[in-house]
């Protein structure tokens, strides 16, 4: 599996947006980058994974570099109920996901 | 609900004893995952189904754990002889298939152990 490295935390003012950074630079060339985040006391929810090309959804971007050792989940406009831990995981598909620490998403009001 | 359905919400155990876990996986979901997460830690994978294919055990932390998936659906998730480092809340997934394409995995709210 990629190791990837996430900061540990961080802090945005609601309304604003945030970019959450990953670096993967052991990934794979048929790794896909998936973003997860788990909200207080629920179970993890997938919010968005690519390839090579950025992706939108309703929930946020994938901004990912072109050398794919890094990526970037844009949440455009941050809320109070975007607060949660959020996991950047390479992967195949063939393996099941491995989920590391994650970087813990404070928003404030 | 059509989400993923894990019971009990809640366990209180007394430590050497057993404890089943069960999920009921989406309808039609083909892979189904477990997973475990200790108080402020992180999530651990501990075994996975993937249609017929035998399941990766890989992350079973002792012989005291064992999973089982019956006709492709629900899935028990047993504990033998239990301690209080097993102590956690056990979390369940399904997906559509294995393939990063279908790779979406839907959890449930998760069954939390206490091992007294």
């Known amino acids: 599996d990629a190791k990837t490295t996430q900061p540990n935390s961080m802090e945005s003012n609601e309304e604003e947006p945030v970019h959450l950074p990953c670096n993967h630079s052991?990934?794979?060339?048929?790794?896909?980058i998936h973003w997860y985040r788990q909200l207080p006391s629920q179970g993890p929810e997938y919010v968005i994974h690519?390839?090579?090309s950025n992706v939108n959804n309703r929930m946020a971007s994938l901004a990912i570099a072109e050398d794919r050792k890094s990526s970037t989940l844009i949440l455009h406009r941050a809320t109070l109920r975007d607060a949660a831990v959020y996991y950047c995981?390479?992967?195949?598909?063939?393996?099941?996901?491995?989920f590391g620490k994650g970087t813990r998403l404070s928003v404030i009001a | 609900g059509a989400g993923v359905s894990q019971s009990p919400s809640n366990k209180v155990t007394e430590k050497g004893k057993d404890v089943e876990l069960r999920c009921d996986p989406i309808?039609?979901?083909?892979?189904l995952y477990w997973y475990r997460q200790s108080l402020g830690q992180g999530l651990e994978f501990l075994i996975y189904?993937?249609?017929?294919?035998?399941?990766?055990k890989s992350g079973l932390p002792s012989d005291r754990f064992s999973a089982e998936r019956t006709g492709g659906s629900v899935s028990t998730l047993t504990i033998q002889r239990t301690q209080q480092e097993d102590s956690a809340v056990y979390l369940c997934?399904?997906?559509?298939?294995?393939?990063?394409?279908?790779?979406?995995?839907?959890f449930g709210e998760g069954s939390r152990l206490t091992v007294l």
């Open positions: 997934a399904s997906s559509l298939g294995a393939s990063p394409m279908f790779g979406e995995l839907f």
């Open positions: 052991t990934i794979s060339g048929t790794d896909y």
């Open positions: 690519g390839l090579t």
């Open positions: 995981i390479p992967s195949s598909g063939n393996t099941p996901l491995v």
């Open positions: 309808s039609g979901h083909t892979a």
């Open positions: 189904f993937q249609g017929n294919s035998a399941p990766d």
